[in-house]
Every structure is written in structure tokens, then in C-alpha cells.
């Protein structure tokens, strides 16, 4: 089990910046990957990026190039820095990680935090 703490989220105006924070309650080497994903109202759960315990990341198109995920193994911790943000950036931002046992993935979430993009 793990606990995961993700803060930085809030109100911003299009084109501003943020970066959120998710620290976990055990080290995140034990993880096969460290991600983000997000949820707007009336919508899946989508991936955002994610950050591999071999240090390869993945990002969704519609963030490429405007947000980057990074890694503190030493603090347990990843972060997601947003760049030019947009309206439809709006959504509750998730922390995720995932561990890869035998083929079979087992995830774990984070209580999520609103990132709210408007003018």
C-alpha cells in the first residue's frame, strides 16, 4: 500500500503557469511508474504524462511540449510543471502510481487536486 499526497492545484489564468506536487508515503523507486492523469467534468479519466522507474517519460498530445514530469526520488516525490495553460485544462489532476506484477497492473491513486484554468 501507499499513500499519495498531491498539492499545488488552483485557480489560474490562460496562459499562467503551475506545478503540482504529489509525495508518496514510501519510496517511488518500488514503482514501475509515477503518473498524472485528470478528469474533467463529464469526462473520462485521461492520462496526462508519465514518468517510468527507468526515467522514460509519456506524455498525452494535448499537453506536449506545455507540461513536464519530473521525479525527486530522494523526496518521494513528482511533479507536474503546466506551462500555457487553457480552459479546457480545467479538470481534477490525479496522481497515480502503478506497479507491474506478473503481467497484472496494480494502481494507486492519490485524493486529487482541481487545477482551474479561466479568465
Known amino acids: 500500500q501507499v499513500t499519495l499526497v498531491e498539492s499545488g492545484g488552483g485557480l489560474v489564468q490562460p496562459g499562467g503557469s503551475l506545478r503540482l506536487s504529489c509525495t508518496a508515503s514510501?519510496?517511488?523507486?518500488?514503482?514501475?511508474?509515477m503518473g498524472w492523469y485528470r478528469q474533467a467534468p463529464g469526462k473520462h479519466r485521461e492520462l496526462v504524462a508519465t514518468?517510468?522507474?527507468?526515467?522514460?517519460?509519456n506524455y498525452a498530445d494535448s499537453v506536449k511540449g506545455r507540461f513536464t514530469i519530473s521525479r525527486d526520488n530522494a523526496k518521494n516525490t513528482v511533479y507536474l510543471q503546466m506551462n500555457n495553460l487553457q480552459s479546457e485544462d480545467t479538470a481534477v489532476y490525479y496522481c497515480?502510481?502503478?506497479?507491474?506484477?506478473?503481467?497484472?497492473?496494480?494502481?494507486?491513486w492519490g485524493q486529487g487536486t482541481q487545477v482551474t484554468v479561466s479568465s
Open positions: 514518468s517510468t522507474s527507468g526515467d522514460s517519460t
Open positions: 514510501r519510496s517511488i523507486f518500488s514503482f514501475n511508474a
Open positions: 497515480n502510481a502503478r506497479r507491474v506484477i506478473v503481467a497484472v497492473p496494480y494502481d494507486y
